[in-house]
């Protein structure tokens, strides 16, 4: 893809994002979610694309399996295009945080979207490692769940409920599998091109990969400190704890 077609297609999606952020803030939001209106907004715009962008990382390796072979130089015309419109969202998802949350609570996921930003930049712009940046959005499979229990939560969602506990039981389910597996995956693959890898892919991909993968983990412990390990008897009102990160 040529580059003013892939900054095209970036710079539309960003402007897509935007439009579905301004849209949904139209529609009226459900009980304590109105109360945090931009909240709400940031969550299901989050909650689209994780859903476009993992299923569409889940149709790419299933169109193209050898992608799965080669994440370095192998790709195609759609991979291309998915990791550009992903970039987009994140690109609209960096500013919105930065201009409607407080550093202090955004400054993780502010600084995990650049990383992701100057990863996918690279490789959109140089043709490197397209693959592996759309096996990075598998990762997003297991941010539909997490998003779907931040909207619950917006919701005023009760805990404990049996339908609060299935929906917390898949998601840590699905970080195991989707998040914390992909990044186990990517870890190998990058291990084993060591060789194969110009110096400065390999050290990108290393921070990114270090960077992802350390945030995850505490996402896994947040996650089962919240939802499993707590006495559901003696909390509901811990609210802010930060599980809105998603690659």
Known sequence: MAVAATLAAVGGSACCFKLLNAAVGVLPAPGAAAKRAWKWRNTCTSLAH???????????????????????????????????????????????????????????????????????????????????????????????????RQTGEGAAARRPSLVYSVASWLNLGALVVFRLGTLCWMTRWLTRQTQRLPLFVLMLGTAGLSLISTMSLGLFYRLLRADVLTNPATVRERKGVPLNMAP
């Open 50 to 148: 994780s859903a476009l962008s993992g299923a569409g990382a889940l149709i790419c390796f299933y169109l193209q399996p050898q992608m799965g072979n080669d994440l370095l130089y192998f790709h195609s015309a759609l991979s291309h295009s998915l990791v550009a419109a992903s970039t987009g969202y994140f690109i609209h998802d960096f500013l919105d945080l930065a201009l409607n949350e407080p550093f202090r609570k955004s400054w993780e996921v502010l600084l995990h979207h650049s990383m992701v930003i100057s990863c996918f930049g690279f490789a959109l712009r140089s043709g490197v490692c397209v693959g592996f940046a759309v096996a990075s959005l598998l990762v997003e499979i297991h941010s539909v769940f997490l998003h779907i």
